[in-house]
């Protein structure tokens, strides 16, 4: 058994919190909200974000940071990607001893780009952070909880380390892989948000499936292209945490990326989505990093690009597809070959 802290009690924290306590492990779930603690302790429920499922006795959850970070070996970072450096700056004032930080977060920091292993890394001495490793897959919070069959990776600097937390997570409904690229997960779980969005938007204007497989697939050229350029292994994108996560949260309504492009799609307004929604949409400030990567590494995004004018230029969801399918003609196989050429060098 081992003392792990959960830090973020949304679905996703909770859901992995659920899943160390049936393995045995003694967890602190922290939430920056006493109600939501509160109800955690006494009714072993986390209404709001898991509706109707029964935490097990495994889990604490305190809204004292301190407390829940007392003697724990192993610190899971699971909250929204623009709250980390806040929340880092404060264990970084607790923490006395070293760790291993596994961060959950999918998303990346516009303007300074960084992804979110970089953010830990700056913001966390290195005489704490011990090891980092990245936790990353298909994997929708409701059916983790309900112990559904799921499948993620595990991804480190340091195979040791990816190994060890592949112990801590794995059990027979949770199976954990591990891959020591580490570039290429962040990256295909951060973009994936991006194209599912992009997705939802189709399924709100009332487009089908053909339209939706020709969004997947050249979405994941699209991700492929640039991760591969930030020096992610191209073979990472046709995994778990690349085809795998794009596919799950393009298709599926438990996908809150999903479910506001689709209100997008519908006609809503962006504040009057984000507002409605409850939970953060990390698409969204995604969406703004992608295009600031894709000028950056002078790569060709046109779907990113297309949601970017959505989002933040006000063009209209019909502009932005009318735009894609009026591009000019391209060889689909250009894609597979710069991809290569590009890991060669």
Known sequence: ??????????????????????????????????????EINTQKQNSKYLPDIILPEGITAYHN?????????????????????????????LMKQPVTMVHVCKGIEPDSLKRVSEIISEEMPAEILKDLVVLSGPSHAEEVSLRHPTTV??????VQAAERV???????HFRVYTNPDMIGVEIGGALKNVIALAAGITDG???????????????????????????GNPLTFSGLTGIGDLIVTCTSVHSRNWRAGNMLGK?????????????????????????????KYQ???????????????????????????????????EDLVNIMENRLQ
């Not at 990776?153 to 340091?158: E, I």
């Not at 487009?207 to 997947?216: F, V």
């Not at 989505?273 to 949409?281: A, E, F, I, K, R």
């Open 65 to 93: 940071l301190q407390s829940a970070l007392v003697d724990a070996r192993t610190i899971v970072v699971a909250v929204p990607s623009k709250a980390i450096r806040e929340v880092l700056a404060n264990v970084r004032e």
């Open 153 to 158: 990776t595990s991804s480190s600097n340091n």
């Open 1 to 38: 058994m081992e003392k792990i802290a959960v830090l973020g009690a949304g679905s996703w924290g909770t859901a992995l919190a659920l899943v160390l306590a049936d393995n045995g492990h003694d967890v602190r779930l922290w939430s920056h909200r006493q109600e939501l603690a509160n």
């Open 166 to 172: 592949q112990e801590l997570f794995m059990n027979q």
């Open 205 to 231: 204007l009332g487009y089908g499936d053909n339209a939706k497989a020709a969004l997947i697939t050249r979405g994941l050229a699209e991700i492929a292209r640039l991760g591969s350029v930030m020096g």
């Open 267 to 295: 006609g809503h307004d962006l504040n009057e989505v984000l507002n409605s929604m409850g939970m953060v949409v990390e698409g969204v400030r995604t969406t703004k990093a992608a295009h600031q990567l894709a000028e």
């Open 299 to 333: 790569v060709n995004m046109p779907i990113a690009e297309a949601l970017y004018n959505v989002l933040f230029n006000g063009h209209s969801p019909k502009e932005a597809v009318d735009s894609l399918m009026g591009r000019g003609r391209t060889h689909e196989m």
